[in-house]
């Protein structure tokens, strides 16, 4: 709550002076927008991606607990060396 009367008051905001933030209201707009966030995100992944997010969540969370940087070198590696099995 603190952060957010900083940010939204204080001189020294990187933001522009927009006064008091209802913290439930930000709650609810990222909340309610989360979905369609998550759909834009992964629209610009290469089909394998979206598949894996969609049918295998945990399969490719393990992955990204490991190395946060797993997909990007995966579709580095792909795209250098093409996909194996298309």
Same mark, same amino acid.
């Given at each position: 709550?603190?952060?957010?009367? +900083? ?8 933001? @522009? #002076? /927009?006064?008091?933030?209802? =913290? ?11 979905? =369609? !966030? ?6 610009? #992944?290469?089909? !394998?991606? /979206?598949? =894996?997010? +969609?049918?295998?969540? =945990? !399969? +490719? ?17 792909? @795209? ?5 099995? @298309?």
């Amino acid at each position: 709550m603190s952060c957010l009367r +900083v940010v939204g008051c204080s001189p020294l905001s990187p933001i @522009a #002076y /927009c006064g008091r933030v209802d =913290a439930e209201e930000v709650r609810d707009r990222i909340r309610h927008s989360l979905k =369609a !966030w998550f759909n834009a995100t992964l629209e610009r #992944y290469p089909d !394998w991606v /979206c598949d =894996a997010v +969609v049918h295998n969540p =945990a !399969w +490719v969370e393990a992955r990204l607990a490991k190395n946060p940087q797993w997909i990007n070198e995966q579709i580095k590696r792909m @795209a250098v060396q093409g996909d194996l099995f @298309a």
